[in-house]
């Protein structure tokens, strides 16, 4: 039998693994054009809104998640985070596909709008690849019934996973315009 110890180091290494894999996968597929390895795609220019949508439906249901906990439902709650996660999944998995199969589309604001394109732009990505650990940190304490250090980490995770979320839409619609059909 493992004594919770080994427990969590088992699930810290495969946190931390996950942590920096997945950004490291994305950074390297985001460079990956599909045509420029031979194979004759069209690009997936429907995507954006769809995985925009995505984003507001994650900011929806974590709020919803964090209503149904302050209200005792422990089952909605988790049945809602997980999805949240899975959504979170659907989101990476279409950004991939189509930044795979399209040329990034560049912001033509000026002046402020600019600035403020770039300043939600860049917090989104940073905070986007900080909030894995925590998510998955999280979430693996709520499985494993430890509530008290549940709680404290979601109390940092819920405002960056919500503002991911939030941020992801916002810079869909301030680019949505220069996007080329």
Not at 43 to 49: E, R, Y
Not at 111 to 136: E, M, T, W
């Amino acid at each position: 039998m493992k004594d919770n110890s080994t427990v969590d180091q088992k699930y810290n290494k495969l946190i931390v693994f996950v942590s920096v894999l997945i950004p490291v996968v994305v950074a390297v597929l985001f460079n990956v054009k599909l045509n420029d390895l031979g194979y004759n795609v069209e690009p997936l220019s429907f995507l954006p809104p769809i995985y925009a949508t995505i984003n507001g439906f994650t900011a929806v249901v974590l709020v919803s998640a964090v209503l149904a906990i302050k209200k005792g439902n422990k089952k909605l709650h988790e049945r809602l985070m997980t999805f949240a996660i899975v959504l979170s999944l659907a989101f990476l998995v279409m950004y991939v596909a189509y930044h795979m199969t399209s040329d990034s589309t560049k912001f033509g604001g000026e002046g402020v709008i600019r600035l403020v394109y770039f300043f939600l732009l860049i917090s989104h990505i940073l905070l986007s690849i900080a909030v894995i650990p925590l998510v998955l940190i999280t979430y693996v304490r709520a499985l494993a019934a430890k509530f008290d250090p549940h709680k404290k980490i979601a109390k940092i995770t819920f405002p960056i996973w919500l503002y991911v979320a939030v941020t992801g839409v916002i810079v869909y619609i301030m680019i949505a315009p220069y996007y080329v059909h």
